[in-house]
């Protein structure tokens, strides 16, 4: 995909007081649709530069929304440190920038999702990053989806001195916003993608009378389900696209289970026969 002509620019930016090496924090726009917050202007050694907005992972800070080309880089210091001497030069402590952005236009922001599942999660069921234009990217993007609502895109965000929750980058556009979420949730359902085989898992009895061999790897899966076909065992197998294949069974067929799947691991990884270390047999004339 090749890179778009790709703009950076500042919605505002705050001057800090007593922010150490953190002299400001500005909000970056991208391609007037997607906002960027918490962008920093720092001081170091060499005089001033622009730290992307970051989360505390162990001990080490991750940047959650940057950009991976040395172009994308260069644009948004420039706008951002230019805009920081403005800021200084005007005695103000705040800069607002009217920004022509048009929230009902169409969306123009090339999207790239990528997703893995997320296993026990009370409510996360993916998480990933989104790249854009083949120039930014935002990670810690995630997959919600509770009981009782349809899931949806969660973008990431930290919490506050208040306690509240600020995102660190989301769309603000309408049509961005509904296509970053179809692109991440269309991403979501191919991952989600399942296959159930055998009974319905209703018709293996009470929870409490089933038992599972969990996420066994798909090929083999299907080995084993067909030997259960043979034995006459009732099962249900869920068949996860990115998550492998549990099979349940009713907890008394347990043993035959267990059993089928030791000889069918024993058929496919036979022992090799010992070879004894015998002396060489030597003939004499």
């Known amino acids: 995909m090749a890179e778009q002509n790709t703009t950076f620019e500042v919605s505002s930016m705050t001057q800090l007081e007593n922010g150490g090496n953190v002299k400001a924090l500005a909000n970056v726009v991208i391609n007037g649709e997607i906002a960027v917050n918490g962008v920093k202007v720092m001081e170091g050694e060499k005089g001033l530069f622009v730290a992307m907005p970051s989360i505390k992972v162990g001990g080490e800070f991750v940047d959650v929304a940057h950009p991976i080309t040395d172009k994308a880089y260069e644009q948004i210091s420039t706008a951002v440190l230019t805009d920081y001497s403005k800021l200084i030069s005007s005695g103000e402590k705040t800069l607002k920038n009217e920004l022509a952005t048009d929230k009902t236009k169409a969306a123009t922001s090339q999207i790239d999702v990528t997703l893995h599942a997320v296993n026990g999660g009370k409510s996360v069921a993916a998480a990933g990053q989104v790249k854009i ?91 084993l389900m067909a030997e259960l076909d043979k034995a006459g065992v009732t099962y249900q197998a869920r068949i996860g696209s990115n998550s492998g294949t549990t099979i349940s069974v009713n907890a008394v067929d347990k043993p035959r289970l267990d059993s089928i799947n030791k000889a069918l691991q024993e058929a496919l990884n036979p022992k090799q026969p010992k070879v004894e270390n015998k002396p060489p047999k030597h003939s004499f004339h």
């Open 133 to 223: 234009d083949d120039c930014f990217v935002i990670k810690d993007v995630k997959v919600v989806k509770t009981a009782d609502k349809p899931e949806f895109t969660a973008m990431p965000s930290y919490q506050n001195q208040n306690g509240r929750y600020v995102d660190i980058a989301n769309p603000i556009t309408t049509a961005m916003h509904q296509k970053l979420n179809e692109a991440v949730i269309s991403k979501f359902k191919a991952l989600e993608q399942v296959e159930y085989r055998g009974v319905k898992f209703a018709e293996l009895g009470d929870k409490s009378q089933i038992a599972s061999l969990p996420r066994q790897n798909n090929k083999y899966a299907e080995k």
